[in-house]
């Protein structure tokens, strides 16, 4: 009933830019947290950044300062600013949500968009 869908993935050179973008939909009544996490082949995924619903946000170490992550909870989206890219950065990333989808109770369930590729070249 809840679909996570990520756009804005594609190819840059290092040192380019890429904005992702995260739009939940169906039966959404509330978001808690959202947040950004990658995985490149033979390693675990890995949290690139967070943000509460009251917009505080924490960021992997290896990304501070060059992205920055932000949400419009009006339209229900999150982004990731993507600035100062590194060939490191290639990975998909995938978008998290903690959504509230039913009355009864209070709840939340995680979910995960499908992913969208970022390749970065040196």
């Known amino acids: 009933q809840v679909l996570l869908a990520e756009s804005g993935g594609g190819l840059a050179q290092a040192g380019g830019s890429l904005r992702l973008s995260c739009v939940a939909s169906?039966?959404?009544?509330?978001?808690?947290?959202m947040g950004w996490y990658r995985q490149v082949p033979g390693k675990e995924r890995e949290l690139v950044a967070t943000?509460?619903?009251?917009?505080?946000?924490n960021y992997a170490d290896s990304v501070k300062g060059r992205f920055t992550i932000s949400r419009d909870n009006a339209k229900n989206t999150v982004y990731l600013q993507m600035n100062s890219l590194k060939p490191e950065d290639t990975a998909v990333y995938y978008c998290?949500?903690?959504?509230?989808?039913?009355?009864?109770?209070?709840?939340?369930?995680?979910?995960w968009g499908q992913g969208t590729q970022v390749t970065v070249s040196s």
């Open positions: 943000i509460t619903s009251g917009g505080m946000t």
């Open positions: 169906g039966n959404v009544i509330s978001i808690n947290a």
């Open positions: 998290n949500a903690n959504i509230r989808t039913t009355y009864i109770g209070y709840g939340y369930t995680v979910y």
